[in-house]
């Protein structure tokens, strides 16, 4: 364990450290106040240990109950008993997510608890329904794109105030401690039930519980009629850190409490129970308990207020120069992002290394840096969110009918995890400080970001499978030939 930590920590110190440069350099440019900056500072050594603590804890116990909860569910048989164990593992582990509860708006006059519920049951089903896919060996495609056509049918009757918060929504699936546990349960179910002709069913778990979301949202919208309310009050005002370490720490708590009842549950009826196993994966669940709260604390109290006084001081920045440092801004903070972390190790994992975690993660790091760049652009231009949003999701779509499989399904379950908790401590309220000064409805125009960042990077890993399936089949073509020539 003490090697993975001092792994794990050199990773993300050289991950953080470009940010941490580039953040100091503008504050000393803009004359930032010397406390902010001291806050930010202390702020990254929370991230840097939290996010340790986390990575590490993952490994040894969300990955592992989320491994041990499919196996026993494969032994079952039982096709109804694992369908409600999915649509109630859905649903509970979302509900308390940190990242589902610190939501920085309000959804008009929808109620908050059904709201809540909502979502949570409606990633419950859509993880019912990928893992169905799976047993029943339907092609991941054919239910993404179905999946899609709903929701772009019902974009079709819906508000568009409505339309960037449920794609906002749909990010929930990327928290902290949802992803990892998804990705590890829809992992090890695939990987056991599935025959070794059919080599990408492992992924796409993601993918498909965020369409619930958006789904569910967009149902609500219709039935309630909600005036979105972009509220940037629970942005900005993150700044006390006791306050702050407190409710994350409860959040945290009881967001890990509903998988450890289950997981206790199970234990109890276990046949065979290991206590070294136990207190491995107890201790593991405590590192995830504490990186968590530090990681998410460091991003309130320190990034937050960071992010949005840069964004304020972008006002008389050459606009080209803006791009550049937010794109630069994107690269990097992806490259913390736990989810993204965790996603990546387990495509490593699955394809043998056949798909390199050093690409896949600079590919995706791209994709959010090129998403950064238009979000900024839109800002700067006063462009809707939707005026982008619309033809990169129908892009993303029709992609999907020509790309490989393998990539397909990584590509979405990517999308995912790019827009995760430092995309939102950071990024989010540069866009707020920037859109504040060039735009009267500045919160309207800076939310969004979240939705337009998880879809880039879809698109850029379809155009890699794309040309990766071109040249394969090129490959295959001049092996081919190659058998026919006579050398005599």
Same mark, same amino acid.
């Given at each position: ?14 991950? #953080? ?14 004359? #930032? ?15 840097? /240990? ?11 116990? =969300?990955? &592992? ?6 196996? %026993? ?21 979302? @509900? ?31 993880? !019912? ?19 899609? +056509? ?5 974009? #079709? ?19 902290? /401690? ?37 789904? !569910? @949202? ?13 509220? %940037? ?25 509903? +998988?450890? #009842? ?24 405590? !590192? ?21 006084? =840069? ?15 937010? $794109? ?68 993303? @779509?029709?992609?999907?009918?020509? &790309? ?13 995890? @790019?827009?995760?908790?430092? &995309? %939102?401590?950071? +990024? ?5 400080? +920037? ?12 939310? $969004? ?28 073509? &001049? ?10």
């Amino acid at each position: 364990m003490y090697g993975s930590i001092v792994e794990n920590l050199k990773k993300i110190i050289y991950g #953080i450290s470009p940010i941490i440069f580039l953040v100091l350099v503008l504050s000393f440019i803009f004359k #930032i106040d010397t406390s902010t900056i001291i806050r930010f500072l202390s702020s990254s050594i929370l991230v840097i /240990i939290g996010l340790t603590l986390f990575t590490t804890g993952a490994d040894i116990s =969300l990955n &592992t109950i989320g491994e041990e909860f499919s196996k %026993s569910l494969i032994k079952k048989g039982n096709l109804t008993i694992i369908l409600v164990t999915c649509l109630l593992l859905g649903t509970f582990i979302t @509900v308390l997510e940190p990242e589902f509860l610190t939501v920085g708006y309000e959804a008009g006059n929808i109620p908050t608890p059904i709201l809540l519920i909502s979502v949570s049951i409606g990633i419950g089903i859509s993880l !019912m329904l990928a893992i169905f896919r799976i047993l029943k060996k339907i092609e991941f495609k054919y239910v993404l794109i179905s999946g899609y +056509l709903l929701i772009f049918l019902l974009m #079709i009757i819906s508000s568009m105030d409505v339309i960037p918060f449920a794609f906002d929504m749909s990010s929930v699936t990327s928290g902290a /401690i949802s992803a990892p546990f998804i990705l590890a349960f829809g992992v090890a179910f695939a990987s056991k039930s599935r025959s070794k002709k059919e080599k990408d069913s492992e992924f796409g778990i993601l993918s498909i519980c965020s369409i619930g979301p958006i789904i !569910m @949202v967009l149902i609500l919208g219709l039935i309630f009629k909600p005036n979105i309310i972009y509220d %940037s009050d629970p942005i900005l005002k993150k700044l006390n850190f006791l306050e702050t370490l407190w409710s994350n720490f409860y959040q945290v708590f009881m967001s890990l409490s509903p +998988l450890v #009842i289950f997981y206790l549950i199970f234990v109890h009826f276990k046949k065979q129970k290991r206590k070294k196993e136990f207190r491995k994966i107890a201790i593991g669940l405590l !590192m995830v308990l504490v990186g968590i709260t530090l990681f998410l604390t460091g991003g309130d109290v320190g990034y937050f207020k960071i992010g949005y006084m =840069l964004g304020t001081n972008f006002e008389n920045v050459n606009h080209l120069l803006i791009l550049v440092i937010g $794109g630069i801004f994107g690269y990097f903070i992806s490259k913390i992002e736990p989810s993204l972390k965790v996603l990546i190790s387990y495509v490593n994992e699955v394809t043998n290394g056949g798909i390199k975690d050093k690409f896949l993660e600079v590919c995706l790091c791209i994709g959010t840096s090129i998403s950064v760049m238009l979000s900024l652009y839109r800002v700067l231009n006063g462009y809707s969110v939707m005026e982008f949003l619309i033809p990169t999701y129908f892009l993303a @779509v029709f992609l999907a009918f020509f &790309t490989p499989n393998n990539f397909l399904s990584i590509a979405f379950d990517s999308g995912g995890v @790019v827009a995760g908790n430092m &995309t %939102s401590s950071f +990024l989010l309220p540069l866009l707020i400080g +920037l859109a504040e000064t060039v735009s009267n409805n500045y919160l309207k125009e800076a939310f $969004g970001v979240m939705s337009l960042i998880s879809v880039i990077p879809i698109i850029l890993i379809e155009i890699v499978g794309l040309i990766y399936n071109v040249e394969r089949k090129s490959y295959d073509k &001049t092996l081919l030939d190659d058998t026919i020539v006579d050398y005599r």
